[in-house]
């Protein structure tokens, strides 16, 4: 698969797109995400949502739930708690919950997810769909879930990963420096999220439209080594 896992010229954390600017991103972007994103985003998010369904255990954790476009696919059985950093974005979450009736989702809340409230092993299933390009530091986002997730559950992602080379390289290099207009990282790497020679992925599946998004699962590790690592 073309995923860029190097990123030689860049150092963690990212300064260009911090909290702050993710909310006003968002704030910007939450009346028309759906129209824009929804259609060209739908086939990996349903790829992730069933992924997730046929995982075992209940507890799930979505991250960067956004306006909620995945929570009506989650299996009813599930029990969901999505959290955000737009309030904008969670705003739209929470009346679709109310309007589509799903009971699967026990809780939306607002909260940072490189540092969120949750103990422990709180989840058994820790999903961040097109949400760790936006973080402002994807490692740290990657330890805490981690942290919230019980050893042995799953950790998934879907996300556009940064091409190794051609025109598509070339976009993604040029539009960088646009992170905090944009509300993403456009040449965000696999090696942004997680060290590949110390975190082994489990799955790893490229998602229409024509393989733009990629969808990883990983079994969580130990927290603790992550934590200090990150
Ligand atoms: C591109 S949207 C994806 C929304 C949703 N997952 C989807 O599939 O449409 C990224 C979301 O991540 C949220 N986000 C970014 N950084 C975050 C953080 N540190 N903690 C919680 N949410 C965050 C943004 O507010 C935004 O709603």
Not at 149 to 177: C, I, Q
Not at 189 to 198: G, K, N, S, W
Not at 221 to 228: E, I, K, Q, T, V
Request: proline share 7%.
């Amino acid at each position: 698969m073309n995923i860029r896992t190097d990123a030689p010229d860049r150092q963690h954390p990212r300064a260009s797109l911090d909290a702050e600017g993710v909310r006003d991103a968002y704030r910007r972007w939450a009346g028309v995400y759906d129209a824009v994103f929804g259609g060209v985003s739908a086939p990996g998010r349903r790829r992730a949502v069933a992924e997730v369904n046929r995982l075992p255990g209940t507890r799930v954790l979505e991250v960067g739930v956004g306006t909620g476009l995945a929570l009506p696919h989650y299996r009813r059985e599930k029990r969901v708690v999505g959290i955000d950093l737009s309030r904008e974005m969670l705003d739209r979450a929470a009346e679709r919950v109310r309007a589509e009736h799903l009971g699967q989702v026990v809780g939306l809340a607002e909260m940072d997810a490189e540092r969120m409230a949750f103990a422990d092993d709180a989840f058994d299933i820790a999903v961040a769909m097109f949400t760790a390009s936006v973080v402002p530091d994807a490692r740290r986002l990657f330890a805490e879930m981690s942290r919230v997730v019980r050893p042995g559950g799953d950790l998934l992602f879907v996300n556009h990963f940064a091409a190794e080379a051609g025109p598509r390289w070339w976009v993604e290099r040029t539009m960088s420096p646009l992170a905090r207009l944009l509300g993403w990282h456009p040449d965000f790497a696999l090696r942004d999220l997680l060290d590949p020679e110390a975190t082994r992925v489990e799955a790893m599946e490229a998602c229409p439209p024509v393989g733009l998004f990629t969808l990883i699962r990983v079994r969580n590790p130990a927290a603790p080594a992550l934590l200090a690592a990150a």
